[in-house]
Antibody, heavy 117, light 111 residues
C-alpha cells in the first residue's frame, strides 16, 4: 500500500537551514510527483513545491529563493531543503503524492519543525 | 499566482442538514475540458484527506454525502446530510497552474 513518511530535525535555530526527508513506499517516484506542504500552528495549508517523476520542480513564488526539492529514485526518498529559517517557518511539514488527476491522494503524517534559539 | 477565496470561513450546521462551501478562483482553473480544483478534509491532528478531485469526482472510499460542482472560477463542496464525523476544516486547492495554491479553509461545526 502507498505510504509516505516525513523525517526532520524537530528544532532548528533561526537563520539556519532545514532538511526534511520523505520516504515513500508502494509507488515509484519515477511515475508520480510528490509535493511538500506546510501548516503553521492553527493556520491553513501552504503549498511549498513539487518534484515530478521526470525530475522537474516547481516552487511557491514567495519562497522560491529559499527552497530546493530533490529526490533519490533508487532510495524512494524526496528531500526538502529550506534556507534562512525564521520563527514564522515553524510548522508541520507534509509530503503528499500526486495522482494522475494531479490531486494529492496520499499524505504523510507530517513532521513538526520549530524554529527557535 | 491563482488566489483561492473560500467562504464562509466557518459555518455551523445541524445534523442531517446541508452544508455548502464555496471556493472562488482569481482566474480560471479549467484546461483541456477539466477543472483542476480539488477538495480536502482535515481533522485536528491529522493530515488532509482528498475528498473530491477535478471539481466533481468522488475519491474512492469517500461517502456519497460529499459532492463537488463548478467550473472555471466558481466551485462548491456540498455535504448532505451532515454527520457528526464531518466536523473538520475543508480546503480547496488548484493544480491548473504552478504554483499550486490552497484556499484559506472553512471550519465546519455542528449546531
Amino acid at each position: 500500500q502507498v505510504q509516505l513518511k516525513e523525517s526532520g530535525p524537530g528544532l532548528v535555530a533561526p537563520s539556519q537551514s532545514l532538511s526534511i526527508t520523505c520516504t515513500v513506499s508502494g509507488f515509484s517516484l519515477t511515475d508520480y510527483g510528490v509535493s511538500w506542504i506546510r501548516q503553521p500552528p492553527g493556520k491553513g495549508l501552504e503549498w511549498l513545491g513539487v518534484i515530478w517523476g521526470g525530475g522537474s520542480t516547481y516552487y511557491n513564488s514567495a519562497l522560491k529563493s529559499r527552497l530546493s526539492i530533490s529526490k533519490d529514485n533508487s532510495k524512494s526518498q524526496v528531500f526538502l531543503k529550506m534556507n534562512s529559517l525564521q520563527t514564522d517557518d515553524t510548522a508541520m511539514y507534509y509530503c503528499a503524492k500526486h495522482s494522475i488527476t494531479t490531486a494529492m491522494d496520499y499524505w504523510g503524517q507530517g513532521t513538526s519543525v520549530t524554529v527557535s534559539s | 499566482d491563482i488566489v483561492l477565496t473560500q467562504s464562509p470561513a466557518s459555518l455551523a450546521v445541524s445534523l442531517g442538514q446541508r452544508a455548502t462551501i464555496s471556493c472562488r478562483a482569481s482566474e480560471s482553473v479549467d484546461s483541456y475540458g477539466n477543472s483542476f480544483m480539488h477538495w480536502y478534509q482535515q481533522k485536528p491532528g491529522q493530515p488532509p484527506k482528498l475528498l473530491i478531485y477535478r471539481a466533481s469526482n468522488l475519491e474512492s472510499g469517500i461517502p456519497a454525502r460529499f459532492s463537488g460542482s463548478g467550473s472555471r472560477t466558481d466551485f462548491t463542496l456540498t455535504i448532505n446530510p451532515v454527520e457528526a464525523d464531518d466536523v473538520a476544516t475543508y480546503y480547496c486547492q488548484q493544480s491548473n497552474e504552478d504554483p499550486y495554491t490552497f484556499g484559506g479553509g472553512t471550519k465546519l461545526e455542528i449546531k
